[in-house]
C-alpha cells in the first residue's frame, strides 16, 4: 500500500527521561512528558486528556491544567473515551486559547474534521495546539473489558494494575503481581463493531502520534507528522526531554508496524466492502464516500 504509516517528517523509538512520568507511563511516558514539557514552557494552557472515572478502569475525558493532573491520566485504558466531547468546553467555560488533546486515530480525525468543517465549533479549531495522537487496532465498549477481566482473566477490575495488548495477548497485571495473558482470538467478538470499518492504525493525522509497536518494552514509536508537531518535539528534544534511537536499530522496528497496520486497513475494508452489498439490492452506508 504505501500509505499506510501516513505523512510524516521524522520517526524514532524514544522514551522519557523523567523517572517518575516513566514509571506509571504505558509505554515510553511521550505522551504525558510532551503534555507537561508543553504546558511547563506556555505552548499548552492544558491538555483533554483519559483521566479516572467513577469506575475502576473507565475512562473519564478530563481537562488538565496541571503536571499532577496529567501524570494521574498515565496508561491505557482499553474501552471509549470521549476526549473530543470537551473540545468546545475547553475553549469556553475553561477559556483555553492553547489546547492539548490526546486521542485514538478517529478522535484525531475528528478533530481535523472540527477545524476544516467547524459545525457547532466556532473559534475552536485555530486554538489546537497540539494533538497527540496514540496507535489504535481496536477499542472495547466498558462491559466488554469487564467480561474479559472478570471472567476470562478471572481478576477484580479494581486489583488491576495495567493492562496491555501486545505480542498477539491481551495481558492482565494484577497489583500484587498476577499476570493473565488472553489469546486475542478471545477477546475479538468484544471489540467495539464501530471499529471494524476503521482504517487508521498510527494515528496519522496527529500532530505527533506514538504508540508501543514496534520498540522494545518501555520505549516507545513516535512519528513526528505537521509542521507544528516538529517544532514541539525539536523543543522537548533540546530540553532533554527524551532520549531516542534510530527506527532502524530497534527491533522489531517499522517493518512490524507497516506489517499491522496493512493488516488493519485490509482487513476493515473488506468490512466496508460487505457492507456495500449487505442487504438484498442495497447496502448499508459507507461514511468514505
Ligand atoms: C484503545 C487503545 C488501543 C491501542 N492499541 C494499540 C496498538 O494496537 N498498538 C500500539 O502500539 N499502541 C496501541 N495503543 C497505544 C498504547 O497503548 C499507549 O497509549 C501509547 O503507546 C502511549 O503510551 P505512553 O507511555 O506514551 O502514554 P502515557 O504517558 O502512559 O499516557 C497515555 C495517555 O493516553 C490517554 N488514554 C488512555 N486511554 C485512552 C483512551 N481509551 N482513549 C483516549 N486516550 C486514552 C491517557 O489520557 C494518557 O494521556 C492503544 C491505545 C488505546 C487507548
Ligand atoms: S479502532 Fe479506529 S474507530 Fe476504533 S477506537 Fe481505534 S481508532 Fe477509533
Redo the contacts with the bound molecule.
Keep these: 500500500m504505501g500509505t499506510e504509516l501516513g505523512n510524516y517528517k521524522s520517526v524514532v523509538s524514544a522514551r522519557?527521561t523523567d523517572k517518575e512520568?516513566l514509571k506509571?507511563?504505558?509505554?515510553?511516558?511521550?505522551?504525558?512528558?510532551l503534555?507537561a514539557f508543553a504546558l511547563e514552557s506556555g505552548i499548552i494552557d492544558g491538555?483533554i486528556?483519559?483521566?479516572n472515572g467513577a469506575e475502576p478502569w473507565r475512562?473519564e475525558p478530563v481537562v488538565a491544567t496541571t503536571r499532577a493532573e496529567?501524570l494521574a491520566?498515565?496508561?491505557?485504558?482499553?474501552?471509549?473515551?470521549p476526549?473530543m466531547s470537551l473540545i468546545k468546553e475547553v475553549t469556553r467555560s475553561y477559556g483555553m486559547d492553547k489546547v492539548g488533546i490526546?486521542?485514538?486515530p478517529c478522535?484525531m480525525q475528528a478533530l481535523r474534521k472540527g477545524q476544516v468543517y467547524p459545525i457547532g465549533l466556532r473559534d475552536v479549531g485555530d486554538k489546537i495546539a497540539l494533538a497527540v495522537g496514540?496507535?489504535?487496532?481496536?477499542?472495547?465498549p466498558y462491559q466488554s473489558i469487564i467480561q474479559l477481566v472478570e471472567d476470562h482473566a478471572a481478576m477484580k477490575m479494581e486489583s488491576v494494575k495495567k493492562m496491555?495488548?501486545?505480542k498477539g495477548k491481551f495481558w492482565v497485571y494484577g497489583k500484587r503481581g498476577q499476570v493473565v495473558q488472553l489469546p486475542l482470538k478471545v477477546t475479538h467478538k468484544y471489540e467495539q463493531p464501530g471499529c471494524h470499518v476503521c482504517l487508521d492504525?498510527v494515528a496519522n493525522l496527529g500532530d505527533i502520534s506514538?504508540?508501543?509497536?514496534?520498540s522494545p518494552d518501555g520505549w516507545?514509536?513516535v512519528f513526528v507528522r505537521s509542521r507544528n508537531g516538529d517544532s514541539v518535539w525539536a523543543k522537548a528534544i533540546a530540553a532533554g526531554c527524551f532520549e531516542t534511537q534510530p527506527m532502524e536499530k530497534v527491533k522489531p522496528g517499522l517493518e512490524l508496524?507497516t506489517k499491522?497496520a496493512n493488516e488493519k486497513i485490509t482487513k476493515n475494508k473488506k468490512t466496508l466492502e460487505g457492507r456495500a452489498t449487505f442487504g438484498v439490492g442495497k447496502g448499508l452506508r459507507n461514511p468514505y464516500l
Excluded at 73 to 81: D, H, I, V
Aim: a negative charge; proline letters at 2%; one cysteine or more.
Design positions: 522519557c512520568i506509571g507511563a504505558q509505554d515510553g511516558g511521550i505522551v504525558t512528558q503534555f491538555a486528556v483519559a483521566g475512562p496529567l491520566a498515565r496508561g491505557t485504558k482499553y474501552n471509549l473515551s476526549n490526546v486521542g485514538t478522535q496514540i496507535f489504535c487496532m481496536e477499542n472495547f496491555e495488548i501486545g492504525y506514538t504508540g508501543s509497536v514496534g516507545s514509536t508496524v499491522l
